[in-house]
């Protein structure tokens, strides 16, 4: 088995995409925790302390937007990168993601390969000083 290209946790309410997406990654090298939605997120999230964190925009109890704001204004989590991913495509929600201060906005469906390199760039600034 190789080197861990770095921890990642999974939010997403729907369990099909939640265990897609970590099988993917799980596969690449990365070390995979899930979460179903932002609050099971933002318990887990200083336990598990993610490089990167996969989080869906529509969930149940806290949606993406107020978890990825909490994530980011917490000094905590702040330096953790954050993945959008979501079936909101319109440009109004890429600029709200972006002006959160996500990292990256995938819209569903996505690739699963572009979601993989995503998050092994990522990863990889976030394991780099200053990164």
């Known amino acids: 088995m190789g080197e861990v ?3 990642v946790l ?3 309410d729907d ?3 939640r265990q897609l997406i970590a099988v993917n990654l799980t596969l690449e090298g990365f070390e995979v925790e899930t979460a179903t939605d932002g609050e099971d997120c933002l318990e887990r ?3 598990v302390m993610p490089d990167v964190v996969t989080l869906d925009v529509m969930m149940p109890c806290l949606d993406g937007w107020v978890t990825a704001h909490r994530l980011r204004s917490e000094e905590e989590t702040s330096h953790i990168k954050v993945v ?3 079936a909101r495509a319109q440009e109004d929600d890429r600029r709200r993601g972006l002006g959160i201060g996500v990292d990256a906005y995938l819209t569903k469906p996505f690739d699963p390969a572009e979601l ?3 998050v092994r760039d990522l990863a990889a600034r976030a394991r780099t000083p200053g990164g």
Do not use: P
Request: proline fraction near 0%.
């Open 5 to 7: 290209l770095g921890r």
């Open 10 to 12: 999974v939010v997403d």
């Open 15 to 17: 369990e099909v995409i």
């Open 45 to 47: 999230v200083r336990d």
């Open 84 to 86: 959008l991913i979501t």
């Open 116 to 118: 993989i390199q995503v």
